[in-house]
Nanobody, 120 residues
Framework: QVQLVESGGGLVQDGGSLGLSCAAS????????MGWYRQAPGKQRELVAI???????NYADSVKGRFTISRDNAKSTVYLRMNSLKPGDTAVYYC??????????????WGQGTQVTVSS
């Protein structure tokens, strides 16, 4: 079993900044990719950013240049730094981890979600 603990988020004004973090623990052999998704009311969950074990990153077009994803492999933790936030970024943000268990089984895990609200 793997646990994901998210922290960060909250309320910020238009143009402000926030940071999110997500720490994975438990039965982990190796983590392939870690990332962040978000879901706004009435909308589908969408990819925000993802980072692979080698450091390659992908971002949604809507956040390129404003958000930065990073990871600390030693701590099995992924971070999301969000700058120049807009009201359209308001959503519940979910951490995502794709890993191999000690038995080399591929598994996906999601965090509990953290609310990010950007006021205009």
């Amino acid at each position: 079993q793997v646990q994901l603990v998210e922290s960060g988020g909250g309320l910020v004004q238009d143009g402000g900044s926030l940071g999110l973090s997500c720490a994975a623990s438990g039965n982990i052999f190796e983590i392939n990719r870690m990332g962040w998704y978000r879901q706004a009311p009435g909308k589908q969950r969408e990819l925000v950013a993802i980072i692979f074990s080698g450091g390659t990153t992908n971002y949604a077009d809507s956040v390129k240049g404003r958000f930065t994803i990073s990871r600390d492999n030693a701590k099995s933790t992924v971070y999301l730094r969000m700058n120049s936030l807009k009201p359209g970024d308001t959503a519940v943000y979910y951490c995502y981890v794709y890993l191999r268990s000690p038995g080399l089984r591929v598994e996906n895990y999601w965090g509990q979600g953290t609310q990010v609200t950007v006021s205009s």
